[in-house]
């Protein structure tokens, strides 16, 4: 087997007296695809929020490719190739849909910093960025404002940031939530052909079940901020424990 | 597309009047304002770099503007006119701007934008009472006078007739006047070009970001805190620089010229009436507001006596209440315009 790409050893993070994610200890593997399910609350986003360094855990650790990133700011995990996009659209509002992707092409190329060069004259940065347009479907949108998109292609928009910074781990929460049917093949593509890359390591968080049935290597089970279950997508699903936790009545297992 | 040309061409053509302003506009009083305008635009421009693109909300612009001007001042009080001393007291004033903007921001940049604007409140403040207190060195409340570089006296000639007097060229005499004159404005209408560039690379669409949404830049990998100071300090500097052009064209430098309290919301003013975050609208706002400050109470003067004959008109329209009628124009303009003059006429009044 090959080794971990990332790894999350006793994580653990406490807001006042709630523990939101308990001592999850879980590696992910490049070519994998976890899908991390669970019930709202069960702290799948705290989790992602912790790997992508938006939040910093009370104790535990976060180590890519052995290098330890638990206290690292959020914009030098990226620069590891940590990507994340997020459950709650999170996007440059006032900014065009190209400017949005722009961005992440621009800080995955280490172009941020030039402050003399029009961007008009950068056409690489430009032609990156209108292939991941192309890639989510929104080439005939690009000078739009993101605000102004309608709700499904923010959720697409959203998927093309972190398809444009191009990291070795993908993080999905939730990426198809609130999307019309029409629509989330589109993004469900995508993340097939980002596993068929094998090199990548996909964490997804997903609700429905055709879509991790088709797309999972691997499910994992987080409940009350625990990983209860970990392994095989057929055997997970069948599993007692996650019929209990989608009954409801998990309380008995923890 | 052509709204933004329509704006573009409005800041454009306030630019050319200032190239040919000694000549279309001969008047002493009428030279001061147009230098005034072009040293006003470069700062509310600098100014708006960090209010209207990266959403950082500073209130010690005019210190930066002091430390150039105060900067040029020492120097060719203590030392002499020469440029030596001139290219001395510029790289000390912008040297000190770039290392207090660089303290400031890394202290405080990263903490919330509320804190950070009383931190250079009271840095700004902190500046002012330094002022007036080391009067052996800054003149204290009367500020110091002197005389800027040779090449600047009116008793210079720059070009002579064949008698040797100075050569008039459409009515303009060629002394060191206008020389000054063109040196404020070249220098000016480079700063401005090189702040347009910024806005215009990568960089610019990163501030943007950080305005637009500081936690995605930050996740997409920009660090927003290096960021942040960096356009903090680029904004110094060339504050610092606008000052140092504005003490060599006025020979003058005190508190109330560069450091006061008054001068920034002055600044404030003009990014909100030219429009916040669109770099063009810094001209179009620093000219309006200078032209209403020099000249609003002329236009009421002639207006008071044209109405003489009607009742009350003439009491309301009295110069005395200029500053009742320039409030009543700012609440109008922000009424109409409320994205400010360019940034109204590029989105339209609904967004
Ligand atoms: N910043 C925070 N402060 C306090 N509580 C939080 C915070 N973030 C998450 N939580 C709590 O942590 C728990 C897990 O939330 P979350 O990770 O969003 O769950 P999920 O994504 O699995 O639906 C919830 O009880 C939530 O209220
Ligand atoms: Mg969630």
């Not at chain 1, 939530?177 to 589109?186: K, N, Q, T």
């Not at chain 2, 604007?117 to 009271?122: F, Q, S």
């Not at chain 2, 459409?170 to 220098?187: D, L, W």
Request: proline fraction near 3%; glycine fraction near 8%.
């Amino acid at each position: 087997m090959t080794h971990p790409s990332l790894s999350t050893r006793d994580l653990t993070i406490r807001f006042g007296g709630h523990t939101a994610v308990n001592a999850v200890t879980c590696d992910f593997r490049p070519g994998e695809l976890t899908v991390i399910v669970g019930p709202n609350g069960a702290g799948k986003t705290t989790y992602f929020n912790m790997i992508s360094g938006q939040l910093t855990p009370s104790t535990g650790t976060v180590e890519k490719d052995g290098i330890d990133l638990t206290r690292m700011p959020a914009s030098q995990r990226a620069r590891h190739g940590v990507g994340r996009a997020f459950q709650l659209t999170n996007l440059f509002p006032k900014l065009s849909v190209l400017e949005n992707i722009r961005l992440a092409v621009q800080a995955q190329a280490g172009e941020g910093r030039r402050f003399f060069t029009p961007v008009a004259k950068l056409t690489e940065l430009t032609a990156r960025a209108e292939r991941y347009l192309e890639a989510t479907k929104l080439a005939d949108k690009a000078e739009l404002p993101a605000a102004a998109l309608p709700h499904g292609d923010q959720r697409k928009l959203e998927v093309a940031l972190l398809m444009a910074m191009e990291p070795d781990i993908y993080m999905f929460d939730e990426p198809t939530a609130g999307m019309s049917l029409d629509h989330a093949p589109d993004v469900l593509d995508l993340i097939a052909e980002i596993k068929h890359d094998h090199t990548k390591t996909v964490l997804l968080v997903e609700h429905k079940m055709d879509v991790v049935r088709q797309l999972a290597d691997r499910i994992i089970v987080l409940h009350n901020g625990e990983l209860i279950a970990d392994g095989d997508p057929g055997e997970v699903m069948s599993s007692q424990v996650v019929k209990d936790v989608y009954l409801g009545n998990a309380g008995e297992l923890a | 597309m052509n709204r933004t040309f329509a704006v573009k061409a409005i800041a454009l053509t306030i630019w050319g009047l200032l190239l040919f302003s000694p000549f279309l506009f001969q008047e002493v009083r009428q030279v001061e304002v147009a230098a005034r305008i072009a040293v006003f635009i470069v700062l509310v421009a600098s100014y708006d770099l960090l209010i209207g693109y990266t959403g950082i909300v500073s209130f010690a612009h005019t210190m930066f503007f002091g430390f150039g001007a105060y900067g040029v001042a020492i120097a060719m009080k203590q030392g002499d006119n020469t440029w030596g001393f001139w290219i001395l007291g510029t790289l000390a004033g912008v040297l000190v701007a770039a290392v207090v903007a660089v303290l400031i921001g890394l202290l405080s940049l990263r903490v919330k934008a509320i804190f950070f604007a009383m931190i250079t409140l009271a840095a700004a403040s902190v500046a002012l009472v330094l002022a007036s207190q080391l009067s052996g060195l800054t003149g204290g409340e009367d500020g110091i006078t002197y005389r800027s570089p040779d090449v600047f006296k009116s008793a210079n000639k720059l070009l002579t007739d064949e008698e040797g007097k100075v050569l008039r060229i459409a009515g303009v005499r060629m002394n060191g006047k206008i020389a000054a004159y063109y040196f404020v404005f070249f220098t000016c209408a480079l700063m401005f070009w090189m702040m347009l560039r910024i806005v215009g690379s990568p960089l610019g669409t990163v501030l943007k970001a950080i305005r637009e949404n500081e936690a995605r830049t930050e996740g997409i990998g920009y660090r927003v805190v290096a960021y942040r100071t960096a356009v903090f300090v680029i904004a110094a500097t060339t504050a610092a620089l606008a000052g140092a052009v504005y003490a060599t064209w006025l020979k003058y430098t005190g508190p109330d010229t560069t450091l006061s309290f008054a001068i920034m919301i002055d600044i404030l003013l003009m990014v909100v009436i030219g429009g916040m975050g669109t770099m063009w609208g810094a001209a179009i706002g620093a000219t309006l507001m200078v032209l209403a400050q020099y000249y609003l109470r002329d236009l009421m003067e002639v207006a008071a006596a044209a109405t003489e004959a009607i009742p009350l008109l003439p009491v309301l329209l009295s110069p005395d209440r200029w500053l009742l009628w320039l409030g009543i124009i700012f609440i109008l303009l922000v009424y109409f315009f409320p994205a400010g003059i360019a940034g109204t006429i590029i989105r339209g009044r609904k967004s």
